[in-house]
């Protein structure tokens, strides 16, 4: 069973940048779409971005389109997630999560289809 934790959470203003990455233990993540989620104070967990098994492919939500971008190192067992020009709407419990099915084009990402998430890091963006 794979383990994964992210890290590299915090407080931030508006326009700055931070870069979440996503460690797994138990498991190797290479043969696997891996996706990235958040869940704000009162609302539902949705999807921000996807990258495939290989790193060939991402895919984001419009809402971080040209903002944010995941890359993967499968060597290091890492995925990562650059969030750059932050707005206050960013802010939100950042969550990792591998897809079920292996090869995995980085398509967008629903809830149902990843089988293990991390714990989540807190991102806040101040205005």
């Known amino acids: 069973q794979v383990q994964l934790v992210e890290s590299g959470g915090g407080l931030v203003q508006a326009g700055g940048s931070l870069r979440l990455s996503c460690e797994a233990s138990?498991?190797?993540?290479?043969?696997?779409?891996m996706g990235w989620f958040r869940q704000a104070p009162g609302k539902e967990r949705e999807f921000v971005a996807a990258?495939?098994?290989?790193?060939?492919?991402?895919y984001y939500a419009d809402s971080v389109k040209g903002r944010f971008t995941t890359s993967r190192d499968n060597a290091e067992n890492t995925v990562y997630l650059q969030m750059n020009n932050l707005k206050p709407e960013d802010t939100a419990v950042y969550y990792c999560?591998?897809?079920?099915?292996?090869?995995?084009?980085?398509?967008?990402?629903?809830?149902?289809?990843?089988?293990?998430w991390g714990q989540g890091t807190q991102v806040t963006v101040s205005s």
């Open positions: 999560a591998k897809e079920r099915a292996r090869y995995g084009t980085g398509r967008r990402l629903y809830i149902s289809e990843c089988d293990a």
């Open positions: 138990g498991r190797t993540l290479s043969s696997y779409c």
């Open positions: 990258i495939s098994w290989n790193g060939g492919r991402t």
